[in-house]
């Protein structure tokens, strides 16, 4: 008899956020930014204890499960690897700079991103941003990658817990400049990180993988900070500068208050 269900083959539509990974489904539930709309998965998946959790929450929330041939997962990935289960959810809500701005505490920090291409480098971005306690990650309107279903997976849940803006690089530059954050942009030939105080409200400017900071966005700048390097190396991958930059910060401002 018909079941109503399409047939095993048939790759369903996934409308809103494709979710790959039990990661980041796992994130997106006990998060709660948004709602998980249903699941699918590997009917032939052992039920370890993260997926009895997920199931858990799962269920909780009242968002459908429904097992599916890997193959069929296999299909409807975009990211070649979903571990055995994908989730349709919401789009993730996506608050302004000045709303950012309005909710920060006394040690904000910002992520500036320009024209970062590929995806694992925004997604490992925003994962050390999550470690780091950033307040929001700041990308262009139209250039560099969004919030796809591979940056999604790799940033590991960061995406779930940082926001996203997506505001012209130089407006968001001057709202925060207004609101009294130092703006601190990322250059081979900047400061060490060491040698700046990067207590306090601050944003970090961070370059594409291939032209780095614009010119005109490190004129605005208060301070460029630079990463010392051996071995005659010129550049860091821009999410290595990221976490490097962003842990530096965690260390002063946890030694600030041990003093």
Same mark, same amino acid.
């Given at each position: 008899m018909p079941t109503g269900r399409p047939p095993v083959d048939a790759v369903p539509p996934v409308r809103g956020d494709r979710l790959e990974g039990r990661n980041v489904v796992e994130e997106a539930l006990v998060r709660r930014r948004r709602r998980v709309h249903r699941i699918w998965l590997d009917a032939s998946a052992r039920i370890d204890e993260k997926l009895e959790g997920v199931l858990a929450m799962a269920k909780a929330a009242g968002v459908a499960v429904e097992p599916v041939a890997r193959a069929l997962l296999d299909r409807m990935s975009q990211t070649g690897v979903h571990n055995g289960i994908i989730a349709e959810a919401e789009g993730l809500p996506q608050p302004s700079v000045k709303e950012a701005i309005a909710s920060m505490g006394p040690d904000g920090c910002f992520v500036l991103v320009d024209? $970062?291409?590929? =995806?694992?480098?925004?997604?490992?971005?925003l994962r050390s941003a999550l470690g780091a306690g950033v307040h929001? $990650?700041?990308?262009?309107? =139209?250039r560099g990658k969004g919030l796809t279903p591979v940056v999604q997976r790799v940033s590991m849940?960061?995406?779930e817990a940082v926001p996203v803006i997506r =505001?012209?690089?130089?407006?968001?530059?001057a709202q925060l400049q207004r609101a009294? !954050?130092?703006? $601190?942009?990322?250059?081979?030939?900047? !400061?060490?990180?060491?040698?700046?105080?990067?207590?306090?409200? $601050?944003?970090? !400017?961070?370059?594409? =993988?291939d032209k780095g900071v614009s010119d005109?966005?490190?004129?605005?700048?208060?301070?460029?900070v630079g990463i010392p390097l051996a071995g005659g190396l010129q550049s860091l991958n821009v999410s290595v500068s990221a976490a490097v930059l962003l842990f530096e910060r965690v260390r002063q401002v946890q030694g600030t208050r041990t003093e």
């Open positions: 024209e $970062v291409q590929y =995806e694992h480098n925004l997604g490992a971005i929001a $990650v700041i990308i262009p309107t =139209e849940g960061g995406a =505001e012209g690089l130089s407006s968001a530059l009294g !954050v130092r703006i $601190v942009a990322a250059d081979m030939d900047g !400061v060490p990180a060491w040698d700046l105080d990067l207590t306090g409200p $601050v944003a970090f !400017v961070l370059g594409g =993988e005109a966005l490190k004129k605005r700048a208060d301070t460029i």
